[in-house]
Nanobody, 124 residues
Framework: QVQLVESGGGLVQPGGSLRLSCEAS????????IAWFRQAPGKEREGVSC????????YWSDNVKGRFAISRDNAKNTVYLQMNSLKPEDTAVYYC?????????????????WGQGSPVTVSS
C-alpha cells in the first residue's frame, strides 16, 4: 500500500528555516517523481517543487526559487524540502505527492497519492 507521511512543519519567524520530510512506504521512492504542493487558507493548492526520478531534474515555483531546496535520500526512502528565508506568504499546509510516474506533472489532479499535510506558519 502506497503511503506518504510528512513531518517537520511548525511555527517559524520570518527569515527563518524549516525542513519538511516526506517518508514513503509501499513503493521505492527513487522510481517515481515526488512533488511538493502547498495550500494556504482560502486558496487553491499550488505546486512548490518536484524532483523527477528519470534524470533528477528539479522544478520550482517562481515564488520559492532560490529559497527552497529539494533533495532525496534513497536509503531512507525520504524526500526533503529545505525552506530558507521564509516569508509570511509561505504560510500554508504543505503536501508531498506522487503519481507513480518518473516524470513531474504540473497539476494536483495528476498525482494519485498524497501525504496528510504538514502545516507551516511563518509569523512574528
Amino acid at each position: 500500500q502506497v503511503q506518504l507521511v510528512e513531518s517537520g512543519g511548525g511555527l517559524v519567524q520570518p527569515g527563518g528555516s524549516l525542513r519538511l520530510s516526506c517518508e514513503a512506504s509501499g513503493f521505492t521512492l527513487d522510481y517515481y517523481a515526488i512533488a511538493w504542493f502547498r495550500q494556504a487558507p482560502g486558496k487553491e493548492r499550488e505546486g512548490v517543487s518536484c524532483i523527477s526520478s528519470k534524470d533528477g531534474s528539479i522544478y520550482w515555483s517562481d515564488n520559492v526559487k532560490g529559497r527552497f531546496a529539494i533533495s532525496r535520500d534513497n536509503a531512507k526512502n525520504t524526500v526533503y524540502l529545505q525552506m530558507n528565508s521564509l516569508k509570511p506568504e509561505d504560510t500554508a499546509v504543505y503536501y508531498c505527492a506522487t503519481g507513480q510516474s518518473r516524470y513531474c506533472a504540473s497539476y494536483p489532479g495528476q498525482y494519485d497519492y498524497w501525504g496528510q499535510g504538514s502545516p507551516v506558519t511563518v509569523s512574528s
